[in-house]
């Protein structure tokens, strides 16, 4: 019947089809049927009476959440309705004021005169499970009539539209990770909307035992719809991990409509982690040295870390036929992939072999993390030179072969002048 329609009588011709037997012979085993119609004109009166028209439902409810909702009715009969009262259930996973199929929520709406509207206000919570798209809600009127009698109106469904759910994605996901090392994972994160958040988090997980992340909740900073931010997570690996790609799971905290705690996500990346290599690399144009002399030699460092190194020590250690007496070297900082210049000294002894001799390093370093590291032993290689015999051997050679010389025959003088007296 249209809401609209006018108090009164209604002459209303109704057809009637149907089937009937119209013969069964038991003996033949036939059974006859056919079909008919009849055409009735019956009266239909439609009352004086009030009668009851959802013109809208808001809220902007999110599944797993609760939130109020509005509901405007409007009295689209012809007669007052006296103390009206809405009693609601909510399809599956949808409550309303807390009520179940055999506690219905109730309303008090009061008295409505034809053609008025009233709205009022109840509290919704949808199910986090819940899919999208409208949900019903069935609301059952009851209301005095002008002759103070109680009657119901005839039961409207009302269809309730929850807000959309909040979502966010992640880009440009970079990462620095090599077996043995820190290193960070970093990238973008998106509020792509509907509503603006102020306290989200974002939250990793990293699906590999061997990536070690301490913190793993990232407060972001209020996002409005649309708008980005970055993320940076301090990553450890693991030195007995293979290199190789790496599964990360994200997904965001944030609060949602009538304070709930909601969660979007998982959102599934990937990183690399690359293989162990060495902090620096250490080149020179080719060091020598000759058999019972000094040199100095400069020593080129690279980093070549992804991240910045700083505070850099390097110590050189020797062995015998070799001696320093230089043997520190400092650099501030050193950007991925700079280079810098160390200098050092190195002797030979004069009875060194003429060969490649190893001296040996090593780095005490600051990560950006402010972490203090000692690097693992670097050896690089020194040539000694021989020195031709012909001309009496180098000066340094020929000279402390001079004073070794003085030395012992001044030693048996005074031995022989003591023994004298």
């Known amino acids: 019947m249209p809401n609209d329609i006018e108090p009164g009588e209604y002459d209303v011709s109704v057809r009637v089809r149907y089937a009937y037997t119209s013969m069964v012979s038991d003996r033949a085993g036939v059974t006859q049927r056919q079909t008919a119609s009849e055409t009735h004109d019956v009266t239909v009166v439609v009352p004086d009476e009030p009668r009851f028209d959802i013109t809208d439902v808001k809220t902007d409810v999110e599944p797993g959440a609760s939130s109020p909702a509005t509901i405007e009715v409007t009295n689209t ?9 809405a009693t609601m259930t909510g399809g599956t996973g949808v409550t309303i ?40 809600l069935d609301i ?6 002008s002759s103070g009698i109680e009657r119901e109106s005839q039961s409207k469904t009302a269809s309730l539209v929850p807000a959309s759910e909040q979502s966010f994605s992640i880009d440009n996901l970079e990462d620095t990770l090599a077996v043995g090392y820190d290193g960070e994972i970093t990238g973008e994160l998106t509020n792509d909307g509907p509503r603006a958040v102020d306290d ?23 996002l409005d719809a649309g708008e980005t931010t970055t993320f940076r997570y301090p990553t450890d690996v693991s030195g007995q991990a293979d290199e190789g790609p790496r ?3 994200f997904s965001v905290e944030y609060t949602g409509s009538g304070d709930a705690t909601l969660e979007d996500g998982p959102i599934s990346e990937r990183v690399f982690v690359d293989p162990q290599h060495d902090e620096f690399s250490l080149t020179d144009d080719g060091i020598s040295v000759p058999q019972g002399e000094q ?21 050189l250690y020797t062995d015998s036929p070799l001696q320093t007496s230089n043997d520190e070297a400092f650099v501030s900082e050193l950007e991925p992939g700079e280079s810098a210049t160390m200098t050092f000294d190195v002797a030979a002894s004069a009875d060194a072999p003429a060969e490649t001799h190893p001296v040996e390093l090593d780095f005490e370093y600051e990560t950006e993390r402010g972490e203090t590291t000692i690097s ?23 000279a402390v072969g001079l004073m070794a010389a003085l030395t012992a025959v001044g030693l048996g003088l005074g031995f022989w002048w003591r023994a004298r007296e």
Not at 296 to 314: C, G, H, K, P, Y
């Open 97 to 136: 004021d807390g009520s179940t199929p055999e506690a219905p929520a109730e309303e008090l709406i009061g008295d409505l005169e034809p053609n008025e509207s009233t709205t009022f206000g109840v509290d919704v919570a949808l199910d986090t499970a819940l899919s999208g798209g409208e949900k019903p």
């Open 200 to 222: 989200a988090v974002l939250i990793v997980e990293p699906m590999s035992e061997s990536l070690f992340i301490e913190d793993t909740r990232y407060a972001l900073p209020e």
């Open 77 to 85: 009969g012809t007669e007052q309705a006296n103390v009206t009262r």
């Open 295 to 315: 040199t100095s030699f400069d020593l080129v460092i690279t980093n070549e870390r992804q991240e910045m190194l700083s505070n850099i020590d390097a110590k």
């Open 376 to 398: 693992d032993v670097y050896q690089h290689p020194i040539d000694v030179e021989a020195v031709d015999s012909d001309d009496g051997g180098s000066f340094i050679g020929s």
């Open 247 to 249: 599964q990360l799971r």
């Open 140 to 145: 059952q009127f009851s209301y005095r009539d």
